[in-house]
Structures are given as C-alpha cells and as structure tokens.
C-alpha cells in the first residue's frame, strides 16, 4: 500500500498539527464518497454522544484525512459532522493514493485498526482487501498462476488466520455487497455494527434471494424488531406441593376430617398423575 508523508493544511499553509486549533479553517471543501462511507462501521450513540462532548469541551485534536487531490474524506467521518454542525475549526491530513482501489484499501486498513470492531465486521474487511489483492493480480500478465495464493497467504499472515479463513472471509463480504446492492449500504453498516445480527449462513442466503426476496426479509426483520417482547408468565402454585406442606404441618384431627371431605380421593389421584407427567 503506498505511503505518504502527511500533510496538515492551515489556513491555506503547510505546517504541522498546532497545539491548539483556533486557526484553522473551519471547513476546507472536504467530500464525502457514499462509497467509502457505506463501508464504514458507524459509532454507537452514546459513542458519539461522548465523542461531542470532547469536541466542544477540547476542540477537535485529531486531523480528518483526505485523499489528496480528489479531497475525499477517508477518516474522520463523525468528527466532520460534529464540526460542521458546530462551525468548529479541524486540521487536515492528505494522503496521495494513486486510484480508488489503493483509497478502499487505506480506508478497511484503518478500520481494521479499530479494537471495539465486531467479529463479522472484522470478517468483512479482511474479505474485501482479499478480493481487491486477487482482483489486483488477475489483471495483470507478468505474473506466474502461483503469485495470487503466495499474496493471499501472505496476506493471511498479516491478519493472524489461515488462508481458508480469509477464502471464507471473501465469501462473507462477496455475498454481504451483493445484499447491499438491493437494501442499501445502510443494511451493510447494520450487520457490521451487530444491530442486524446476522450469521455467514444467514447473509449467503439472503444473498441468493431475489430483490424482492430480499427486501421482504428485511422489513419482516423490522418489525421483529419493533415487537415488544412478550413478558413471561408468572409461576404457577404447585398444589401438589402445597398440600404435601400441609398434610406434614397437620395435627391427627386435621388429617381426619381433610379425608372425610366429599371427592378429595378423586383429587389427590389427578395430583399425583400431573406430578408425574411434568416429572417426564
């Protein structure tokens, strides 16, 4: 992945990060890809609630990259809104990428580094670098047959797991863009955020559903959702119990006169029979 020195962009200069902030610009024409932000796992609310309040209590410390020249965010998406929101001033690092795929790559890199990340997010980026690795080298005719598993090994390495795991990776995030494509990339942010909490079986058949198929999945998922729970019922009183209590606490007299009353014998014995079968 090439690498760039970066640079911090101040009211139109070229400096280092300041310790404070108060001269920087507030806005700079920064823009947003739907592409790249559909990627993105988003912050939880009280994540961003807290994020909010660091920002209008300190500033914003830390510098939105960009891609240089094209002037595409690449990271910094929430602290961007809470600025603008607030008309506050941020810096700005730029890194020179030579195409879109390099700029994918960064973005996944970078989310990779990320520690509160969900296991399936984690799945799908390694995924997607994989098929952007093979996708790389099958466009090119320099190449022996060898060189995609050698990168893809190497790339396996790099992550910790086994070239199958990262095969199935690439599964994950081929079948999870395919649902994407007809629900949106709000529905792709929602499993990697385990608001949907879907399983690899799950996305792959939800995957080779059609499109209607796939949005009456969705909105039935919805409203599973929105249903409340329902509460559980409260115990019931075990009278078999209850009367075995009784009969123990029981002087003679009061045994005597429980048996002379009228279909007690009828009673007990369906007790006895319900006691038995909940014991199955």
């Given at each position: 992945?090439?690498?760039?020195?970066?640079?911090?962009?101040?009211?139109?200069?070229?400096?280092?990060?300041?310790?404070?902030?108060?001269?920087?610009?507030?806005?700079?024409?920064?823009?947003?890809?739907?592409?790249?932000?559909?990627?993105?796992?988003?912050?939880?609310?009280?994540?961003?609630?807290?994020?909010?309040?660091?920002?209008?209590?300190?500033?914003?410390?830390?510098?939105?990259?960009?891609?240089?020249?094209?002037?595409?965010?690449?990271?910094?998406?929430?602290?961007?809104?809470?600025?603008?929101?607030?008309?506050?001033?941020?810096?700005?690092?730029?890194?020179?990428?030579?195409?879109?795929?390099?700029?994918?790559?960064?973005?996944?890199?970078?989310?990779?580094?990320?520690?509160?990340?969900?296991?399936?997010?984690?799945?799908?980026?390694?995924?997607?670098?994989?098929?952007?690795?093979?996708?790389?080298?099958?466009?090119?005719?320099?190449?022996?047959?060898?060189?995609?598993?050698?990168?893809?090994?190497?790339?396996?390495?790099?992550?910790?797991?086994?070239?199958r795991t990262l095969r199935r990776d690439a599964r994950l995030a081929a079948d999870l863009d395919v649902v994407a494509e007809s629900l949106g990339?709000?529905?792709?942010?929602?499993?990697?955020?385990?608001?949907?909490?879907?399983?690899?079986?799950?996305?792959?058949?939800?995957?080779?559903?059609?499109?209607?198929?796939?949005?009456?999945?969705?909105?039935?998922?919805?409203?599973?959702r929105r249903t409340k729970p329902t509460p559980p019922k409260p115990p019931t009183l075990d009278i078999a119990a209850r009367l075995a209590d009784?009969?123990?606490?029981?002087?003679?007299?009061?045994?005597?006169?429980?048996?002379?009353?009228?279909?007690?014998?009828?009673?007990?014995?369906?007790?006895?029979?319900?006691?038995?079968?909940?014991?199955?």
């Open positions: 992945m090439p690498t760039a020195e970066p640079n911090v962009q101040t009211a139109g200069r070229t400096s280092r990060i300041p310790d404070t902030l108060e001269k920087l610009n507030v806005d700079p024409g920064i823009v947003i890809d739907p592409d790249l932000a559909g990627l993105l796992v988003p912050h939880a609310p009280h994540e961003l609630a807290l994020l909010e309040t660091s920002i209008l209590a300190d500033g914003c410390r830390d510098p939105l990259t960009v891609w240089k020249n094209q002037r595409i965010l690449l990271d910094g998406h929430a602290r961007l809104a809470i600025c603008r929101r607030h008309a506050l001033p941020f810096a700005v690092t730029e890194i020179d990428l030579p195409d879109r795929d390099a700029a994918v790559t960064w973005v996944l890199t970078r989310q990779l580094s990320r520690r509160n990340l969900r296991p399936i997010a984690v799945a799908y980026y390694r995924g997607v670098l994989h098929r952007l690795t093979v996708a790389q080298l099958g466009t090119r005719v320099d190449l022996d047959p060898g060189q995609t598993d050698r990168s893809a090994a190497a790339l396996a390495r790099e992550f910790g797991v086994d070239a990339d709000g529905f792709r942010r929602s499993v990697l955020s385990g608001v949907a909490k879907l399983t690899r079986v799950e996305i792959a058949a939800l995957a080779a559903m059609t499109a209607v198929e796939q949005k009456r999945f969705a909105c039935t998922a919805g409203r599973r009784l009969w123990r606490l029981a002087g003679r007299d009061e045994r005597s006169k429980f048996l002379e009353l009228v279909g007690i014998d009828n009673v007990l014995n369906e007790l006895t029979v319900a006691t038995k079968r909940r014991a199955r």
